[in-house]
């Protein structure tokens, strides 16, 4: 049996955000995980705070075998696979998790790998805008193969990013962003400052606020980094979920993951 609590509702119960519209609440609270409150963040500026996608996976797959968003903004999710890969939604009747494909040996010639796919939407590309990220996830060190890419719209040779991943040395939470135009070739990460890959349920946020970009994990700020204020982030790809591509060898994600989110403002 496993706990894990919504740290969307934590966010909302910040004094700073109380005047924000609430997400919609859990169908119900799975056993077994705690996680402190959150650290307050710095203020929105210029707008209220939007939850701009929500995936809980309590519904596992509906319609056509997509994923459907919480929030009302976001679009479904569509499974991808290749080579075998598969994913499975574990838990209560009423509260779900992702479990992702288990990692292949190091000699394999070919290795099962799935992600879950949204749409190039338009919320998900914030500009300079204030901007926050997270999920739930728990993975083993031996699930971190590669840098495990939790989430992310944008990949490293296109124009613009913003992801979360595990570290492959360390199993470091990270958060990182590249910015469109002439801040394209340079990746802003910041990481942890301790590893979360010990399997157990950790709750991570990444928020990017003017020149800052900071980790959170179980409601706690572990990391920060300085970026330029101008760092726009806006590009063409869909969001995607477990990893980043299907290349051969790929930073697939081979964990554990509930309670995907990002919010504007």
């Known amino acids: 049996m496993h706990h894990h609590s919504r740290l969307t509702a934590l966010i909302l119960s910040l004094p700073a955000l109380a005047a924000a519209a609430a997400l919609p609440a859990p169908a119900s609270a799975a056993p077994a995980r705690t996680a402190g409150p959150l650290a307050a963040p710095a203020a929105p500026v210029n707008s209220a705070p939007v939850t701009v996608a929500r995936y809980t996976f309590d519904t596992g797959t509906v319609g056509g ?8 903004r976001g679009s479904a999710l569509t499974v991808r696979r290749a080579d075998g890969g ?14 992702f494909t288990a990692p292949c040996a190091a000699s394999a010639a070919t290795c099962p790998r799935v992600l879950l796919e949204g749409t190039d939407d338009a919320d998900l590309d914030p500009g300079t805008r204030l901007f926050r990220w997270g999920a739930t996830v728990r993975l083993t060190k031996a699930q971190v193969t590669d840098s495990s890419n939790v989430m992310q719209k944008g ?30 070739a340079v990746a802003h990460i910041v990481r942890s400052s301790s ?7 950790h709750d991570i946020m990444c928020q990017r606020s003017g020149a800052n970009l900071t980790v959170y994990v179980d409601g ?31 930073d697939m994600f081979h964990g554990l993951l509930d309670d995907v989110w990002a919010r504007v403002g």
């Open 65 to 72: 075998g997509r994923i459907a968003d919480r929030s009302g």
């Open 86 to 99: 598969s994913i499975h939604f574990n838990g209560t009747t009423s509260d779900k998790y992702a479990a």
């Open 155 to 184: 990949v490293a040779d296109t124009d613009s990013q913003w992801k979360m991943q595990i570290g492959a040395n360390q199993g470091k939470a990270q958060c990182v962003v590249v910015g469109t135009g002439s801040d394209t």
């Open 195 to 201: 590893g979360i890959a010990d399997n157990k349920w």
């Open 220 to 250: 706690t700020a572990r990391g920060h980094v300085t970026i330029p204020a101008t760092l726009s982030i806006s590009n063409s790809l869909p969001l995607r979920i477990g990893g980043p591509n299907f290349h051969t060898r790929s």
